[in-house]
């Protein structure tokens, strides 16, 4: 079946720096992704919707300068984190919609502990 | 998109039926009902969605009121891997994103 994927599944990274997690529908095409975040013990939350060729649309209190989403073809588009900070560590998850039947696919998730 | 409400937990025995409530009494004509659940440090596993009827696959069945107000997941015989968070969640049309609520913790156990 459909698969979306993503990478790394972990990852640490000093404060200061930028992370950058990539969303890949593995057989379909994606017009439409989502990125979510979760912190422990809590539900997701969605931060944006990627749409493939342009601009993502961000959820109310989510700093667009801060998480750089870029969605440049149908099978991927990319979270970057910029400089980073412990209370950004967090479990990131995109999703993907199928083009042709609107199904919702999850990618396993990217662990990002800032230190 | 319509808010959905979920108690916070439920347990229930293994082999038994696992019902799981959810009233959603806001939702629209053109909104559909999907069921995700999600396991520890997992993405989100797709369980079923229907519109107005019932429906049923591998998994479970999905069973909606008339008035469409408020559905009920039925995991016939549950299995200790059924432990997870079930969310309920009322999705605008098929193309429409995922607003998650705070879900159900549901625990099997033997």
């Known amino acids: 079946g459909a698969v979306v994927s993503q990478h790394p599944s972990w990852v640490i990274c000093k404060s200061g720096t930028s992370v950058k997690i990539e969303c890949r529908s593995l057989?379909?095409?994606?017009?439409?992704m989502f990125w979510y975040r979760q912190f422990p013990k809590q539900s997701l939350m969605l931060m944006a919707t990627s749409n493939e060729g342009s601009k993502a649309t961000y959820e109310q209190g989510v700093e667009k300068d801060k998480f750089l989403i870029n969605h440049a073809s149908l099978t991927l588009s990319t979270l970057t984190v910029t400089s980073a900070h412990p209370e950004d560590s967090s479990f990131y998850i995109c999703s993907a919609i199928g083009r042709s039947t609107g199904e919702l696919f999850f990618g396993e998730g990217s662990r990002l502990t800032v230190l | 998109d319509a808010k959905t409400t979920q108690p916070p937990s439920m347990d229930c025995a293994e082999g038994r039926a696992a019902n799981l409530p959810c009233n959603h009494s806001t939702i629209s004509g053109n909104e559909y009902v999907y069921w995700y659940r999600q396991i520890h440090s997992q993405g989100p596993q797709y369980i079923i969605h229907g519109l107005k009827n019932n429906e049923t696959n591998e998994m479970a069945s999905l069973i909606i009121t008339e008035d469409r107000k408020s559905s009920t997941l039925i995991l016939p015989h549950a299995t200790l891997r059924d432990t997870a968070v079930y969310y309920c969640i009322v999705r605008d049309g098929l193309y429409g994103k995922l607003t998650f609520g705070q879900g159900t913790i549901l625990t099997v156990h033997p």
């Open positions: 057989d379909f095409q994606a017009t439409t």
